[in-house]
């Protein structure tokens, strides 16, 4: 399996994204608040692209595409999974992923937020959110970091690392990171979510005119633990 990030940057504003990869076997397309990890306003012109392929030959970039002004494209490939989120459509597509695995190298991480009915924690939800996205940007070893906001399916956020390392570094042992994850354990915000951590295979065109990954990779260790 392959999963494929995509930024898109739309030269004009557009109703719906402007591009989706052909060959997937799953795609879910969303809004995104250009190179920031924060909540994206809906103007049209910022859109993400999540991927899933079952080999890297069928991972296509958007090169080409009419209209965009800028695209960046990162092909990964997941090391470990867990959680119940919905993607577009009510697709589960890492179901096959283990639940342990680890990441030598450059890693990313897509974190799946399925939204309950209940707006209180929805609203505090979004609110942290944005407070974390303003705060990851200082984060040591952070090369991106990017929300998506989907008319359906999960709400995800994106980001890649130097290394695995760095990204468990921030999510457990920075405080306003590591207070979040203790208030979804025991107030669960979220109907549903999920965890993917991927290593890095490649990365191709650029944000803000550079590409955040350029010369790093990573690959997959499997984990020795049993599942």
Do not use: N
Request: hydrophobic fraction near 40%.
């Amino acid at each position: 399996m392959r999963v494929t990030w995509t930024l898109l940057r739309a030269t004009d504003p557009t109703p719906e994204c402007p591009w989706l990869p052909s060959g997937a076997r799953h795609a879910q397309a969303g809004h995104a608040a250009g190179s920031r990890a924060t909540l994206p306003p809906g103007d049209g012109l910022s859109w993400t692209v999540l991927g899933v392929f079952d080999d890297e030959s069928a991972a296509e970039t958007p090169a080409g595409t009419p209209g965009l002004a800028e695209w960046w494209h990162v092909v990964l490939e997941p090391a470990s999974y867990h959680g119940d989120a919905l993607l577009a459509g009510g697709a589960t597509p890492f179901t096959e992923v283990p639940r342990r695995g680890k990441v030598a190298g450059a890693a990313a991480v897509i974190t799946m937020a399925g939204l309950g009915d209940d707006v209180a924690r929805t609203t505090e939800f979004f609110e942290r959110v944005d407070t974390l996205g303003a705060l990851v940007a200082d984060a040591p070893g952070l090369r991106a970091g990017l929300v998506h906001a989907p008319s359906d399916g999960a709400v995800l956020t994106f980001s890649a690392w130097t290394t695995l390392r760095d990204a468990v570094t921030w999510a457990y042992h920075r405080p306003d990171h590591a207070a979040t994850v203790r208030r979804q354990q025991e107030h669960p915000l979220l109907a549903r979510t999920g965890f993917l951590r991927c290593a890095v295979l490649s990365s191709s065109g650029s944000v803000d005119g550079v590409d955040p990954l350029a010369g790093l990779t990573g690959a997959p260790v499997p984990s020795t633990r049993p599942e």
